[in-house]
Each structure stands twice: as structure tokens, then as C-alpha cells.
């Protein structure tokens, strides 16, 4: 009896948090389609809004747009049309300094000129029970995960 109670709880709770990953992992979806809706149309203002206070207060917002501006400026590719979900896992997880719910998504890049999407890396974070992008780590690399240039 004991073991069925048990049993039925755990189930619950699977469900309880399958359900609530729903929810988060929709959020996430869609902020990455909306980041790209505003990196295409080249409103980095809104883009940059978008990031959290840590990622601004490591990247300036010059910087964000110059970053932006380089990936959409190659021949080759042309502009960024936008953004999506490459539909892999999204990785929840507990941020063990805070406790604040962190995850990490990858998103397709579709170019104007291109056939190959790029896909790249992104962290959120929910704060205030919004989803926010924590950072885009290889768009815009920590200075210690920064190549060294050759001399």
C-alpha cells in the first residue's frame, strides 16, 4: 500500500513538472523567435532589452549591435532572416548560487543567402517569473573563453 502511495506521488509530481517544463520550454521558444524577429529588422534596442543586467553589464549596447552587425554582413550569407528552436532538449536546471531556474537552448540562424542555418547557444534565466537571455555564449565569448589573437 505504502509502496502504490508512493508510486502515485512520484507520478504526480512527474507530471506536475513535465507540465510546468511545458510552459517554460514554450517561453523559451518563443523568445528565441523573438529575438530573431528583432536582430533581423536590426532593432537592437529591443534586441539588447532582451538580455539580462548580467549579460549588459559585461557587453555595452555598442558592442551588441557590432556583434549583430558582423554575423549579417558576410556576402556569403547576407542578412539574418531569423531565429527558431533547432528542437533539441532544453536543459533546466537549478543555478546552485541563487536557486533561480537556469536553462540552456540552441537556436537556428537562417540567412537571406544561405541554404545552412548556424546554430548557437543560448542561457536563460527566469527572473520575476519571466524567461530573460542570460547570455549567447558564442556570440559574444566571456574574455577567458576569448581566443588569444596571434602575434
Not at 558582423?70 to 537549478?94: C, D, H, K, V
Amino acid at each position: 500500500m505504502l509502496s502504490l502511495a508512493l508510486g502515485t506521488f512520484k507520478l504526480a509530481r512527474e507530471g506536475i513538472e513535465y507540465s510546468s517544463s511545458a510552459a517554460d520550454r514554450n517561453a523559451i521558444v518563443q523568445q528565441i523567435a523573438e529575438l530573431g524577429r528583432h536582430v533581423s529588422a536590426r532593432d537592437y534596442d529591443k534586441a539588447y532589452a532582451m538580455f539580462g543586467p548580467r549579460f549588459q553589464a559585461r557587453i555595452t549596447r555598442p558592442a551588441f549591435e557590432g556583434v549583430w552587425e558582423q554575423a549579417q554582413s558576410y556576402p556569403q550569407l547576407g542578412r539574418i532572416l531569423s531565429m527558431e528552436w533547432n528542437q533539441t532538449s532544453i536543459y533546466f536546471q537549478s543555478d546552485p548560487g541563487s536557486g533561480t531556474k537556469v536553462a540552456t537552448a540552441y537556436a537556428w540562424v537562417k540567412f537571406e543567402k544561405s541554404k545552412d542555418l548556424a546554430r548557437h547557444p543560448l542561457v536563460f534565466r527566469k527572473t520575476g517569473g519571466k524567461w530573460i537571455i542570460e547570455d549567447a555564449t558564442q556570440l559574444f565569448p566571456s574574455e577567458r573563453r576569448r581566443p588569444t589573437p596571434p602575434r
